[in-house]
Structures are given as structure tokens and as C-alpha cells.
């Protein structure tokens, strides 16, 4: 039709100037922020990885995954016993049966190994557990969560149990982080526009109708899970080679309820809505720590209240879930067509491209 | 120890165990099954009522009106959250009415961590030291704080089967639980049987704090997390939607988490918790509605 | 619309809060990082406010090479990723000169490379790992001694004192310090003749231990003595008064963690016959004139006394770090660290600090306290004759 030879073109260029401006923010960060606002970007890159892989899943296909962090950890971990020196092997792990002592990887095999490893666990598991909905499949894969944290603390020889794991190589960059991060979101946005994703969000908003019309319901689901355990293993992975030292406790309850955070506060099914909302809650998150030393505004002292940001984040995520359910962005996306868009907001085809709802015939 | 006395004292410490597993489970099995909300909060609801009866210890009120204040101090907490987090999201798909009760659940712990402080406290202020016995006998020892939990258990968990069945708001939340349209075209008064069933609930977690606080001895914000995932646990095994469920499944839970313990080599001790989501997710998988749970599932 | 304007005006605020911590001219700024709230906050918060009396002391006496000292605190949350956080803005925004902190092993980990790599000496006041000093490297000094030592000292008691040649081994899995602790343990225990008959294990937030308690009570003969390596004095009181309430007398054996009011507070008459390895004994009536002095000073500052040793402490740490700048005399961070590397006889309220050529661990006795009708009593002082690799 007419619309489709001249869409093409205008959908590239909003992605080439995105990926153009995310270049630029890079570059800018690296040649000139302070150490302390580097690791700030570094950390929020990985946060944003894992809501957005999160959102593929719990948002778009209405699986509400509890244990997700769970595959954070097994991509943090295999990642890093891999690329750990031989040296601080034999230290830190000296009980490694022996064809793993004498191995030292770099960073993109490694990382690729523990997504893979992530991958077939996400196979594994889903295929029992994708069958269950609503609250049943959040319980069973909390318990997923649970299960791989008493792994950890028990088989000491490959994790050090409950002890910290320390000595991992400092390998994450920003451009790690931010290349990876590009990638998340083109694979993501790629399953949701595709057949793949519209039989998820058709699964998500009635099941009984979407299995009517023959959506295969477990393959879908399986399929969103298994990718999003993936991306959410390299994240752990990036983030295990950031802090360089980590424990089973780092990927329990805490951190589950803080993807859970920014991927609310954005709204589950817009991918722009879960960087917004990891962007704004880790901003907010650092500067509210900051405010908790106490503030002098002039002749006015507010003395030190630790745990301010934890309250503040609390609230925030009350007023979200009871008032706006959906969140900042809730189902839309930002419309990048129509900001890039030459010719205005006036065409129909720059309204639909713009729109980026993937129900519109496009394809 | 023979044989027969160290299967009597793991039997004892599982039967008290799963009395209280069974009070925080009651609670949770009440507001589920009329709004198939699971309460995140329930938990802080139980922390709550602990840190009252605290308070209130220094004012010198007796032991039997300071429970009295201290369930009503809960029911009433739990009604404000209905009224404020719930309603307005009534009727949204369960992964919203989660996330609600999750969101409540993580505001009422920070405001506690912030305003108590987030170390733990001694409880034994608040327990009478006549609970403080150990009764022993034929060699098996019991203590008087878990006589007491698991009467209360018992006497609780009948008193409120007569309410659901012998009393007008117990039928009616029966009724709603069973069919919500039908229970409003019938009447009933939707928005007073839920704060009711929120009232009965969130007391029953006044009671199962208290006596989980006085079993351990000491109290702290976050100390709702683990009764919590307990209960929810036991919920599941046994049949969300029924109070009789969620005893059944809390003595099933606390049985299970002292026999593994007790009758596998001590290096698996560790593992209790890993074969217990086993259990549980095998009963997710085989029957998902639990053990007494209705066998049908989800029709168009 | 609503939503925006709230959000805004929070980060309006942040921002001005933020910002207004501008450094006072001419002071020497001094980072601290405990975690004030999270799991290790009843250890941290004592401690915190230790080394903040420490500064306020020092800052009134004059403070140190004629400059105030500004103590830049920061919570970590006992969260490895915020206290990396916390360690990266003291190090790299406000440029501290040096930094005091921490009573567990994992945040010291979290913090220690940053400043590693920064070349900022990092002074942990109450972490207990000896193999910190290794794993982090230079810059990283303990204040108080290593598990290894205060398990030697455990077993030494256990077996010299409480003639105790049997024991019931039972430790928290999901902690590091109760793992290195009960490794050290069993080691020197060994060492001494020592047979440990029944090992046994819990995680991190159980609350009930009946069935491992049982499971001690079938044991025929019992053990001689209950060694118990819990992480907080909380689990230490909930867990011996479960022991007790199953009719067991014998004595329980603990480290540092039990250290606290609440071993008493929650324990309660089952806290009988319980003793525990630590830095010192807050006694207010028999300790010397640097313990009183230090009590009544936490008194008047906090309005209570001081919850554990590890309030002791963060003292300590605070006044040792200003000792060692004294004796750097510059704030230069590398001569600070090679004065601190020097500290020989060094006096604390926890005991004295010498640390040797090449080591980064002091030497220190270590207080063994009873606990005897509900008071905290002192057990024994004792140095161990032979110390577990660590």
C-alpha cells in the first residue's frame, strides 16, 4: 500500500537518531563526569537492562515473575566464576573440580555463557510453571527465587556459599553496559512488534479468548521468558563485573523489590515507560540519600533521617500502584516518529508510525 | 533418647509450629478468599500490633485489655488500608491487587524502620512471665507459650467457622466470597462485608504477631516478611480460598519443615527451605487450588 | 499532571539538600560508612555513634594538627551496591582523606577496592574477617582482631576453662561470619583434643530451631559444651532460650555477634550460662578509667549506655585514624596510611593496637563475658596461644 514504501525510511531514522543521541550521551560521560556520576550511569545502565527485560515478560505478557532476579544471580555468578584469575581461583575457590580451576575467560564469553546457562534454566522451569496465571505463577516463581538462593548458600565449592565472592575483574564499562543496553531494547521492541508479541499482549489481556482464536499461550510465554532470562543474567553478569564483589543475599528480596519499583513506576508494557521509571527512580534514589545527611537551607537544619529514601520511594510507589495503576507510561511509547518526523504532526502514517502500538497493522 | 520419645518431641515441635503458621494463615485465607487479594501486608499488620502492644506496656495497662487494644489497633489499620490502597483497585486483574498490597506492605515497614528504630526489640516486656514455663513430660517438653498457641489456634479457627456460618456478616461474606455479583444483586453490602472481613483478618493478625513475638522473643520492622511467606506458603498447599485450607496447609508446612530437619542427616538441614518449594510448587503444578481447593479451573 | 509536580518538588529538594553539604574550609574531612539501616544496622548504629562522639570529642579538644575534623557519614543500607555507591562519592566527590567504618565483612568488601584503588586508607571498625586485609589490600586496617583469633580464644575457653572436650557445633549458613567462625572454630578445637559430636545448621532468618534442638537432646552422652555462632544478638537470645526451654543446661559458646543488649533482652533467663568471645566488656563499674570515662560520655551524648563493644568500637577506630594523622603529620593520604601501617601500642577503649611489620590485623586479647543472672560479667581475658591460618 501506499503508506508502507514511504514508512520504512521514517521508522529508521528515529531509531538511528536515538541510537545516535545515546552515542553522543555516552561519549559526553566518559570524556567528562566524575567518577562518582560515571558509576551512577554505569549502575542505572544495568537497572534499566534488567526492568526492560523484566517488562518483557511481566509487562508485555502478564506473567508477573517474582523470581527473575534469581536468573541476575546465575548470570553473575557462572559469569564470574569463569572470567576469575587463575590466581584468585585457586584462593578464593579452591575446591573447583578441575577442569573449571584452569579456566580464565574474558568478558563477552563469559557473560554469553551465564546467559545461556540462564536461558536453559529459563527452559526448564517455564515449561512447568508458564502453564499457571495470575497469582499461582508469581508464588511458584518466588519460589524459583528462593531455590536458587539456597543453591548458592549451600554448594560452596562453586560459590563460596553465603560467603562474599570477591576479586572479580573490574571489566564493566560504560560502553559495555550502554551496548548491551541497546541491544535489550532493540530485541525487546522486535518481540513485542512482532507475531511473537502480539500473541503475548493477546494472552495478557484475555487468556480464554487469545487460546479461541489459537494463540499458542505456552509457547508465547515461554518464549518472553526465556529471552528475558537471558538479558537479565547479562545484566547480572555486567553488574557482578561493576561492584566486584557480591553475596547470595545481593539477589533475594531487596533487589527483587527494587525492579519491581521502576517497573511500576514506568508502567508495565511501555518500553520507554521502564527507562523513564528506572531513570527517575534511581535519580531520586541518589539524591534523596543524599538529602538524608541532613539539610541546611540557611538558617533552617533538618537533621539527619536515614531511611528517608526508602520512605520516599515507598510513597511514590504507593501514589503509583493505587492511583495511577499503569504507571508513567502505562501502554504507550514515546512517540519518537512524530518528535523526528519532518513533516509535522499532521499525516496519518506519522500518527500511526509514532505510536509504536503494536496492534496497528504495520508489518 | 528412644526412638518413640524423639518422635513425640519432633511431633510436638511441629504441631506448635504449624499452630502458628496456622494463626497467620487464617488471616490472610479470609481476605483472599473474599477479594482473592493476596495481602503483602498482612505481615505488617502482625508487626504493627506487636510494636502497640510494645508501647503500650509502659503505661501500665493490664495484660488482657492491652491484647483487647491492641486487636482493635489492627483491625483497625487493616481497615484503613482497605478503604485507602484496596478499594479503589477492586476488581483490577491480581497482578495489580499484588503489587497494591506489596506497595502498602513496603510503605507501613520503611515508615517503621524510620520512625522506630530498624534494631530489633525485646518482647519479653510485653509476655507475662507465667508464660515463661516449660511443662516436661515422659521426657517431651512443651512450652507454655506453645499450649497457649495452639489453643488459641483451635478455639480461634472454631470461633470463626460458627462466624461464617451462624452469623449474618459471616454468611454474608460466604457469600461474597463464593460470588461477588451475586452476593451485591442479592444486597449485600459489599463495601461493609469486605471492611468486616478486613476488621476479622487483620485482628486474627494481631493475634498470631503477638504470639509469634512472644514465641521468639523479640520484635522489628521487617519481622512480617517471614510469616508472611509462611502463611503464603501454607495458603497455597492447603487451599487459598478456605480457612479450613489454610490450617491444613499450615500443619502441613510445619510439619514438613521439622521433619525434614529432623529426620534427614544434619547436612541437609540447609536444604529445608529448597524442599519445601519443591512441595510447594509441585502442589501449584498438580493441584493449583490446593490441597482442599476446588479441582475446576478457570472457565470462560 | 499531579504526579509531575510532587516529582518535581522531591527533586527540587534533593537537589538543594544535596548540594548544601558544601566541605567548611580547612577541615579534614574524614569519611564514614556504616549501615544505618537494613540487616546490620543493630551492629552499625552503635558503632556510628561511637565514632561520631570520637569526633566531637577530638573536635573539642581542638582537634587534630590544629584542624577540626568533618565526619562525612553515609548509609549504606547493607546493600553492596549502595555502600560501592557511598565509597565512590567519599573517594571521588568529597575527597576525604581517609575512611572509618563497618562492622560486617561483605560492606568492608564493597568498600575496600574503591578505596584500594584511590589509594585511601580504609579503617573498618569492627569487621571481623582476617582475610580482609588480603583480599582488599593495603589500604585495608582492622581495628578490632580477626575471627580466627577470637575462635581460637573460644575453643581455648571452651576446653581450659569449661573443661568441655565434647561439642554440638551449630551455626548460621546464610551468614559469612558465622561460616568463618565456626571454621576457625573447629580447627583450633581440634587442635586442642577437641571432638565436636553433632554439627548442625540454620539460615539467616529461621525462627525456629526446636527440630535441631531435638535432634541435640537425642544425642546420648550430650556434648560437653554448645558451641553457637549466630550473627546477631538477637538470634543468639532467641536460640539459646529455645535451648533452655528444651531442658538443656549446658553451657553455650558464641563470638562477637552476640554482643548486645538484646542476648539478655530476648534470651532471658535462658541467657544463663552463656558465653561470648568480643572486644571488650561495657562495665561501667569494674572496667578502667578509659571504659568509664567512655560509658558516661556515650551516656550523656546518646542518653543511654552503649549497646555492645561495638559502640567501643567505632570510638576507637575514629580516635585511632586521628592518632595516625597526628603522627603522619600532613593529610596526605599515603602518609597516613604508612603512620597507621606504624601504630605500635596505640591505647583504645577495646584494648591496645599494635600492628606488626607486614600485618593489618592487631594483635588484641580477647574478652570472654558471662553472663550470670542477666548481667554481662567478665568471663575471662584471653590470648590465644595458637591462632587458625586465616
Known sequence: MKAQASSRPLRLLPSLTLLALLLAFVLLVNASASPYIARIVVLTGISIILVVSLNLSNGFTGVFSLGHVGFMAIGAYVSSILT?????????????????????????????????????????????????????????????????????????????????????????????????????????????????????????????????????????????FVVSGFLTAIAGA???????????????????????????????????????????????????RNAELGIHIGPVQI??????????????????????????MGDRE?????????????TAEGRNEGQGRPDQPQD | M????????QTINALSLGSIYALVAIGLAMVFGILRLINFAHGDLMMVACYAAFFLVSTGIGFMPLIVVTLFAA???????????????????????????????????????MVVSPVPRSFRSVTPASLDSVHVW??????????????????????????????????????????????KLVGINLNRVILAAFAVGSAMAGVAGILWAARLGKIDPLMGFIPLLKAFVAAVIGGFGSLGGAVLGAYVLGFAEIFIIGFLPPELSSYRDAFVFLLLIFVLLVRPNGILGSTEREKV | MKRSVIFALVLITALVAGSASLAAADTIKIGGTYNLTGDMASLDVPAANGSKLAVKQINAAGGVLGRQIQFVLYDGKTDSATN????????????????????????????????????????????????????????????????????????????????????????????????????????????????????????????????????LKAMTPQPAILYVAALQASDAGAIAKQIRDASITLPMVGGDGYDGPELVGVGGKGAENVFFSTHSLMDAKNGDAKMKSFIAAYNKEYGHDPESAFAALGYDAVYLMADAIKRAGSVSSKAIRDALAATKGFLGVTGAVTYQPGQRIPQKTVTIVAIKNGVYTLGALVVPQKVPAP
Do not use: C
Open chain 1, 334 to 346: 514515546i512517540d519518537w516518529g512524530r518528535l523526528v518526523s519532518f513533516r509535522g504532526k499532521g
Open chain 2, 138 to 183: 515422659a521426657g517431651v517438653s512443651i512450652s507454655t507459650i506453645n499450649i497457649l498457641t495452639v489453643g488459641v489456634t483451635a478455639a480461634l479457627f472454631v470461633l470463626l467457622l460458627l462466624f461464617v456460618t451462624r452469623t449474618r456478616v459471616g454468611v454474608a461474606m460466604r457469600a461474597v466470597s463464593e460470588d461477588l455479583l451475586g452476593a
Open chain 1, 84 to 224: 576469575l584469575t587463575l590466581e584468585t581461583k585457586a584462593q578464593n575457590l579452591p575446591d573447583l573440580p578441575g577442569w573449571l580451576a584452569h579456566v580464565q575467560m574474558g568478558f563477552l564469553p563469559a557473560m554469553l555463557i551465564g546467559g545461556l546457562v540462564a536461558a536453559v534454566i529459563a527452559v526448564l522451569i517455564g515449561i512447568p510453571l508458564m502453564r499457571l496465571s495470575g497469582h499461582y505463577v508469581s508464588v511458584a516463581t518466588l519460589g524459583f527465587l528462593v531455590i536458587v538462593r539456597i543453591v548458592l548458600v549451600n554448594w560452596t565449592r562453586f560459590t563460596r556459599g553465603a560467603r562474599t565472592f570477591s576479586g572479580v575483574p573490574a571489566y564493566t564499562t560504560i560502553w559495555w553496559v550502554y551496548g548491551w543496553l541497546a541491544i535489550t531494547i532493540y530485541t525487546v521492541w522486535r518481540i513485542v512488534h512482532s507475531p511473537y508479541g502480539r500473541a503475548m499482549l493477546a494472552v495478557r489481556e484475555n487468556e480464554i479468548a487469545a487460546q479461541a482464536v489459537g494463540v499458542n499461550v505456552l509457547r508465547s510465554r515461554i518464549l518472553a
Open chain 2, 75 to 113: 483491625a483497625l489499620l487493616g481497615m484503613l488500608t482497605e478503604r485507602v490502597a484496596y478499594r479503589p483497585v477492586r476488581g483490577a486483574p491480581d497482578v495489580v491487587m499484588l503489587l497494591t498490597s506489596l506497595a502498602v506492605s513496603i510503605f507501613i515497614e520503611n515508615v517503621f524502620i
Open chain 1, 238 to 288: 555486567l553488574w557482578a563485573h561493576k561492584v566486584t564483589s557480591f553475596s547470595p543475599g545481593s539477589f533475594y528480596f531487596t533487589q527483587t523489590f527494587n525492579i519491581i519499583i521502576m517497573l511500576v513506576v514506568g508502567g508495565m508494557g511501555s518500553i520507554s515507560g521502564s527507562v523513564l521509571g528506572t531513570v527517575l527512580v534511581t535519580l531520586l534514589s541518589e539524591l534523596l
Open chain 3, 84 to 215: 560501592g555507591n557511598i565509597a565512590t562519592q567519599l573517594v571521588n566527590s568529597d575527597k576525604v582523606v581517609a575512611i572509618v567504618g563497618n562492622t560486617d565483612s561483605d560492606s568492608a568488601l564493597a568498600i575496600g577496592p574503591i578505596a584500594q584503588a584511590a589509594g585511601i586508607p580504609y579503617l573498618t571498625a569492627g569487621a571481623t574477617s582476617p582475610q580482609l586485609p588480603s583480599q582488599v589490600g593495603d589500604e585495608m586496617f582492622l581495628e578490632p582482631f580477626g575471627d580466627n583469633v577470637q575462635a581460637a580464644a573460644g575453643a581455648e575457653f571452651a576446653v581450659n576453662t569449661l573443661k568441655g572436650k565434647t561439642a554440638w557445633l551449630f551455626w548460621d549458613k546464610g551468614a559469612e561470619y558465622t561460616t568463618l567462625l565456626s571454621k576457625y572454630f573447629k580447627a583450633r578445637y581440634a587442635e586442642l583434643g577437641g571432638k565436636i559430636v553433632l554439627e548442625d545448621t540454620y539460615t539467616q532468618g529461621d525462627t525456629d530451631f526446636s527440630a535441631q534442638i531435638t535432634r
Open chain 1, 303 to 328: 537533621p539527619p533521617l536515614y531511611g528517608l529514601a526508602q520512605i520516599i520511594l515507598a510513597v511514590a510507589f504507593v501514589l503509583v500502584v493505587v492511583f495511577s495503576r499503569k504507571g508513567l
Open chain 2, 2 to 9: 528412644p526412638i518413640l520419645q524423639y518422635l513425640a518431641q
